[in-house]
């Protein structure tokens, strides 16, 4: 369908002028054939084009105003609406995509884009889907798909603002990594307890995709101990057995570098982490807490100061709570739990709904140090066997919390943590971070920068919005659109999924996503009991 005609191109920037009728929305994807290229435009904004004299403007506005019909003469030479597009492709004679390199001539005709030329922009050729094309607000049908592959070591920074729909597209993405039953891990740390089971009655979570039966792994204080936990679904009158660890983790098993490694210890705090725990071995978080500072000053013989004892003693216990996570001789390792599923290629939820902020960020520290650890010896050590080890993605909530410039030390001495580490340096060993965030504007800006994926939800904070405008391609002329994001619209950035534009998706809700997928998987089950079937299976 013919939307408009070319009135100007300049640059990768072409004004067309919106035919009678048509109707043109932001973020939609237009085409313009000439010369027997394709070259795809994505409309950014619009501008009226008038000719009146401010008189006319005046007397036709006053009598619209008293709801009179305003008369114009020649109004489709004087008085027209024009949309400004930039292109984003174009597609030559034979087929090829790539950046513009011309542009469309004056007068060419504008016309909508169709499935067909949409899919030659290959959005729908990833393996994790995560949503729809969208024109405006309304999805066409065309998937938004991420490359895991290349995209997962990468990093992706998900932004949104409160009820944007950040948890739904993380149940999403939890959701298509499930699917592909091992291709790659995912571990998520899930602080309201909406992941498995979703947060009310009548939603969804990942226990309802038959395959969580094989490829979740839950750590939840909802187990005594390592098993199964059979979870009932009345949304579907099924019930699923999904394997799980408590959540539990002896303090012996905790090494210094687990708590330097939450960037809460200055440099002789951090001294003495190591100090204790040459002096006492595997009891040394033990020994550090019980007896008061001057007893411990004087068991490690005078070697660090009481003052640095006492704050160090006082971060341990914010960072390991009053035993019910960080436990004493009870024996459980999480982490190393937690390890041994990631290798397999599992979606790892880890349940945290009672825990203290300290304990949080000792269990995400631990776990994703564990993780990176493995990776990053087996590469450097057996590089073949790595090379098998399904890319894992590493989900920070509240990202901000981990890779602020705040929590990193703000303006004076820099303190690592195992986040900004894996932001930086996780790429070469197939490690990657999922950084969810209503303030990016607080992070540090290698984070945003080293995310090659973004997914922008409804964000209305200038200052937020800008951070990631800043520091990604595709989205100079995104402000507008970004404004006017509703719930569950995004715009997706992904150079390493080979998208070439910023995408306007809309992601898909989870309850609707997870009832596709189960289907999916009856009819795969389907088919296989069919082929199992005595006549078949001679075939
Ligand atoms: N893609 C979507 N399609 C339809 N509805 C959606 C979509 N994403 C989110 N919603 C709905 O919007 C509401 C808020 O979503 P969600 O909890 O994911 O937002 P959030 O950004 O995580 O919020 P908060 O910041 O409060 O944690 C939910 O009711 C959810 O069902």
Redesign the pocket.
Known sequence: MRLGVVVWAEGVTVKFRIAEDSVVERGMLVKVVDRGRRYVLKVVDFKPESLLTPAEVAIISSKADRGEKPQLRDRDLRLYDTAIATIVAQIDEDGEVHGPSSVPALFSPVEELGEEDLKMLRLHTGDIPI?RVRFGHSAVDVEVALDGAKTIPHHILVV??????????GR?LAASILHLRGRYSLVVFDC?S?YLLG?KPG?MGLAHLPFSEEYLFLVSARVPRPGRLRVELPELGEERSIPAYPLKMDVSRLKPGDFALTGEFSSPQEELLWLAYKQFGEGWVEALLSGDARTVYSRLGRMAGVNTISVTKRKIRYLTGDGSVFCRDCGYDLAAAVLSMVLKGRVVLIETPFATEGEEKLLATVVAERVFRAYERMRKELPEKWSQLPPVLIMVEEAHRYLGSQALGGKGEVRENVFSIIAKRGRKYKVGGLYIT?MPSELMDAVVRQALTKVI?SLPTRPDYLAVMNHSPYLDEAEAEIKTLD???AIVVSPPSGFRLAVSA?????EEYALRLIQEEKRLLATREVSRTPEYADA
Do not use: C, D, P, W
Not at 506 to 510: A, D, E, G, L, R
């Open positions: 949503g949104g603002g409160t009820g944007a729909g950040k948890s739904n597209f999403v309201e909406e947060s939603e209503q939800l719930r569950g619209e809309k992601i898909y809700q989870y």
